[in-house]
């Protein structure tokens, strides 16, 4: 995976560390531009921050940036499993010698953290997941008929990462990676890259982001990549014929591949304009004969799978960061930390708001009620701007057991029952629709 993706193994560019700031939302968030910086706005809306006794590139999330973080990583979970994954998990540290296997060490030490000794072995802090899955996947016997065998993990990994180079959430040294491995035959590798380029694509429509381009990524020259020359000649070949199938328009750029195989690269493009690796498909041949993986064959032999590396969201801090700058803190729905602000009209509505906001938390949404004390019922909707709905209950409302829905983006829909207002919210929720109301506000 290229360096330029917090999941990735090839030249990093350059960042800055930022600075710290105050928990919780800011109530003067500035007005949204159509550039958003994520480490300011991510401070100001009380998402994440840092600390210097924590550590620089070790950012900590407050309240609404751990939903964010959850929500995000609950629907890749769920989106897996739909796709046939099974999820595992797996130790944040290894012995040195795992990576002496892998080619990590010999290829990519230098961005690694130095050994630790342990009871007279090294152990080190991770850099990548693959490793791991591979002695999973070693640790038991497979069939051919096993085969697609796709693993997943949202797992923690570690990367040394100079100081000058960290910034906000996307240069970070402790990163939680959306990672997965399938090990098949070579006859399953094209079409278990297709589906996983196609998971790419639905999770960007979801979360309402685009691609700015589709990279494949090839050696350079150097020795930093495993000399294997036919192994390079295969792999490429087939996610070059993958591309083409697809249909997608794509580049190639050499340098930017794993020390271990060529990939594809969906890039995206931040707020200043820099590119950087979100998700990431590629083909190795090296893990699998490193770790002498293999499967019974329909013949009753030994055969050696192919491993995919297959990234959705890549880390999940770079994935946050992106969203953040991409709608400046006003997420879909179904991500937004706060889905609905209940807003009573006066101190006589808020048993009703009370009571509306415990239908909301056993409905599995994020309520919040904003109070006649927080001030007007105008400065109370401006504060909430980001917020997708709010439900103002004044005296008729709360007779009626209805809600006055205000939609994020302006409209205003007339009194209709609180119960019916959930179930339309949730249903668009759980469908991750990035459409506010399924229907003309009235």
């Given at each position: 995976?290229?360096?330029?993706?917090?999941?990735?193994?090839?030249?990093?560019?350059?960042?800055?560390?930022?600075?710290?700031?105050?928990?919780?939302?800011?109530?003067?968030?500035?007005?949204?531009?159509?550039?958003?910086?994520?480490?300011?706005?991510?401070?100001?809306?009380?998402?994440?921050?840092?600390?210097?006794?924590?550590?620089?590139?070790?950012?900590?999330?407050?309240?609404?940036?751990?939903?964010?973080?959850?929500?995000?990583?609950?629907?890749?979970?769920?989106?897996?499993?739909?796709?046939?994954?099974?999820?595992?998990?797996?130790?944040?540290?290894?012995?040195?010698?795992?990576?002496?296997?892998?080619?990590?060490?010999?290829?990519?030490?230098?961005?690694?953290?130095?050994?630790?000794?342990?009871?007279?072995?090294?152990?080190?802090?991770?850099?990548?997941?693959?490793?791991?899955?591979?002695?999973?996947?070693?640790?038991?016997?497979?069939?051919?008929?096993?085969?697609?065998?796709?693993?997943?993990?949202?797992?923690?990994?570690?990367?040394?990462?100079?100081?000058?180079?960290?910034?906000?959430?996307?240069?970070?040294?402790?990163?939680?990676?959306?990672?997965?491995?399938?090990?098949?035959?070579?006859?399953?590798?094209?079409?278990?890259a297709q589906a996983a380029l196609e998971m790419i694509g639905r999770a960007y429509?979801?979360?309402?982001?685009?691609?700015?381009?589709?990279?494949?990524?090839?050696?350079?020259?150097?020795?930093?990549?495993?000399?294997a020359p036919e192994m390079w000649r295969r792999s490429t070949a087939l996610l070059?014929?993958?591309?083409?199938?697809?249909?997608?328009?794509?580049?190639?750029?050499?340098?930017?591949?794993?020390?271990?195989?060529?990939?594809?690269?969906?890039?995206?493009?931040?707020?200043?304009?820099?590119?950087?690796?979100?998700?990431?498909?590629?083909?190795?041949?090296?893990?699998?004969?490193?770790?002498?993986?293999?499967?019974?064959?329909?013949?009753?032999?030994?055969?050696?799978?192919?491993?995919?590396?297959?990234?959705?969201?890549?880390?999940?801090?770079?994935?946050?960061?992106?969203?953040?700058?991409?709608?400046?803190?006003?997420?879909?729905?179904?991500?937004?930390?706060?889905?609905?602000?209940?807003?009573?009209?006066?101190?006589?509505?808020?048993?009703?708001?009370?009571?509306?906001?415990?239908?909301?938390?056993?409905?599995?949404?994020?309520?919040?009620?904003?109070?006649?004390?927080?001030?007007?019922?105008?400065?109370?909707?401006?504060?909430?701007?980001?917020?997708?709905?709010?439900?103002?209950?004044?005296?008729?409302?709360?007779?009626?057991?209805?809600?006055?829905?205000?939609?994020?983006?302006?409209?205003?829909?007339?009194?209709?029952?609180?119960?019916?207002?959930?179930?339309?919210?949730?249903?668009?929720?759980?469908?991750?629709?990035?459409?506010?109301?399924?229907?003309?506000?009235?």
């Amino acid at each position: 995976m290229s360096r330029r993706a917090d999941n990735s193994l090839s030249p990093k560019p350059r960042g800055e560390c930022p600075g710290a700031s105050s928990f919780g939302r800011s109530p003067d968030v500035r007005e949204e531009t159509a550039m958003h910086d994520h480490r300011k706005l991510g401070r100001e809306l009380g998402l994440f921050d840092t600390d210097p006794l924590i550590g620089s590139g070790l950012p900590y999330w407050l309240p609404d940036g751990a939903a964010v973080r959850h929500t995000l990583e609950e629907y890749i979970r769920a989106a897996e499993r739909r796709a046939g994954y099974r999820h595992v998990y797996s130790p944040v540290l290894g012995k040195r010698e795992l990576y002496e296997i892998s080619g990590h060490w010999s290829h990519y030490s230098d961005d690694m953290f130095p050994p630790m000794d342990l009871g007279g072995e090294q152990v080190v802090l991770r850099p990548s997941l693959c490793p791991h899955h591979a002695v999973i996947y070693r640790s038991r016997s497979h069939s051919y008929r096993e085969l697609p065998l796709r693993m997943a993990e949202l797992g923690a990994m570690y990367r040394s990462e100079l100081s000058g180079v960290l910034g906000g959430l996307t240069r970070v040294r402790a990163i939680q990676l959306n990672d997965a491995h399938i090990f098949c035959t070579l006859d399953q590798v094209a079409e278990e890259a297709q589906a996983a380029l196609e998971m790419i694509g639905r999770a960007y429509e979801a979360l309402g982001i685009s691609p700015s381009r589709y990279r494949l990524s090839l050696p350079g020259p150097g020795g930093k990549y495993v000399a294997a020359p036919e192994m390079w000649r295969r792999s490429t070949a087939l996610l070059t014929d993958v591309l083409d199938r697809s249909g997608l328009s794509y580049e190639a750029a050499e340098g930017e591949a794993a020390f271990y195989g060529p990939k594809i690269d969906v890039q995206i493009t931040d707020s200043a304009g820099r590119e950087s690796t979100l998700s990431t498909v590629q083909v190795d041949f090296h893990q699998p004969e490193q770790f002498d993986l293999h499967y019974i064959g329909a013949d009753g032999a030994k055969h050696r799978p192919v491993m995919i590396h297959r990234s959705i969201i890549g880390s999940v801090e770079r994935a946050v960061a992106h969203l953040i700058e991409q709608h400046g803190g006003a997420f879909p729905a179904w991500l937004s930390p706060t889905q609905l602000m209940i807003l009573p009209v006066s101190e006589a509505e808020l048993p009703n708001a009370a009571a509306l906001a415990r239908r909301c938390v056993d409905l599995g949404l994020r309520a919040e009620i904003a109070g006649p004390e927080r001030g007007s019922l105008g400065a109370r909707v401006r504060d909430a701007r980001l917020v997708p709905y709010h439900a103002v209950i004044g005296a008729k409302e709360a007779a009626d057991d209805h809600v006055a829905l205000r939609l994020r983006d302006g409209r205003r829909l007339d009194p209709r029952p609180a119960g019916d207002v959930l179930t339309r919210i949730g249903a668009l929720v759980d469908a991750h629709s990035t459409v506010l109301w399924d229907g003309t506000a009235s």
